[in-house]
């Protein structure tokens, strides 16, 4: 619970691979926010990683489980785009004049 005049961050995140949406920063920021955890957006791990948030969706497995780890396929084979995600949350602010 955060205190009075205080905003929580650390939930209400959802994430989606960057791929996967064609929008800008300023069109998910104004006109097209995503709303709610439906494809492509998933809940998102805050703070935290990429690799946690695929962990808690289940698009990967755990990688502290066994050999799963060598399930998970590496940035350099990949590629940066594959673990490149939007990372999106609302919360209201006070305007400072």
């Not at 289940?58 to 594959?82: M, Q, T």
């Not at 995600?85 to 305007?95: D, E, G, N, P, V």
Request: glycine content about 8%; some cysteine; aromatic content about 12%.
């Amino acid at each position: 619970m955060a205190e009075i005049g205080k905003t929580v961050l650390d939930t209400g995140w959802l994430a989606a691979r960057s791929t996967e949406i064609d929008l800008s920063g300023v069109q998910l920021t104004t006109t097209h926010p995503p709303t709610g955890p439906t494809s492509p957006w998933m809940e998102a791990v805050v703070p935290g990683t990429v690799l946690a948030t695929l962990v808690k969706n289940k698009v990967v497995p755990d990688p502290f489980y066994g050999l799963e780890n060598e399930a998970i396929i590496d940035i350099a084979d990949s590629g940066r785009e594959y673990y490149t995600f939007w990372f999106f949350t609302t919360f209201q602010c006070k305007l400072v004049e």
